[in-house]
């Protein structure tokens, strides 16, 4: 059989495999014309990441690392009227076009942006909120502060929801021991720790550059006894 190259391979998936609106390509040629236009979520994750908010009934959803607003996009879609994404972002210059698309879209209000730092952006959530207010959550952004969004969301998404993470191969690395730059550390390190996690149930499944998907275990609840009887 002929090999086909993985270039070939990749449109089939987005021509077969995705139903892209209209919108979605306009959005997706636009950011690709961008010099970091290689960090916009790719078609097939972003249906996939719709297909998983829909199958779980996802009605909160948190975003972290939002940059042209894709993947919110895709997801936003399919939650109820009723749903909210928090999308957290750095950057006033990427999110303007996301906002941009969002308004096109008519989900605009389905959005809610949070500029600035991420952790202090959800820090910020559960000290106002509590924990356990999110159904699902999407990690895409600064790969150092990994572990920390790891912890974070823990707390904040309901035990049976879902966390996903992207680039958990950083272009191959993690599997290379001499590469020690931070950002490779880092993932490799947390690939370790949720592999043996007893707190999830995990996958790291080898789409794109890697994406592990997380489901966080029911708490443990303790019985209180009170004179020998279990409250």
Not at 3 to 30: A, F, H, N, S
Not at 80 to 97: K, M, Q, R, Y
Not at 114 to 137: M, P, Q, S, V
Not at 208 to 216: A, H, K, V
Request: glycine residues 8%.
């Amino acid at each position: 059989m002929p090999k086909i190259p993985d270039q070939q391979i990749r449109q089939y998936v987005i021509d077969c495999g995705t139903r892209q609106t209209p919108l979605l390509r306009r959005l997706r040629e636009q950011t690709l014309a961008l010099a970091e236009g290689h960090m916009m979520t790719t078609p097939a994750a972003g249906q996939l990441l719709a297909l998983l908010a829909r199958s779980i009934g996802a009605r909160r959803v948190l975003e972290i690392g939002t940059f042209t607003g894709y993947s919110a996009l895709c997801v936003a879609d399919v939650l109820p009227e009723d749903g909210i994404l928090v999308a957290c972002d750095a950057s006033e210059e990427w999110t303007a076009v996301a906002r941009s698309y969002w308004r096109e879209a008519g989900l605009d209000d389905r959005i809610e942006l949070r500029l600035g730092d991420a952790t202090r952006t959800l820090e910020g959530i559960l000290a106002e909120e509590g924990g356990a207010g999110f159904d699902f959550a999407f990690i895409d952004a600064d790969k150092e502060s990994y572990d920390t969004y790891y912890e974070l969301c823990l707390k904040l998404v309901r035990p049976g929801g879902l966390i996903c993470f992207d680039n958990m191969f950083w272009g191959r690395s993690v599997a290379d021991p001499e590469d020690m730059r931070p950002e490779t550390v880092a993932l490799r390190s947390l690939n370790l720790k949720i592999q043996s996690d007893d707190r999830v149930d995990m996958s790291l499944v080898p789409l794109g550059d890697g994406m592990t998907f997380i489901r966080p275990r029911a708490r443990a609840v303790e019985r209180v006894t009170v004179a020998g009887v279990a409250a």
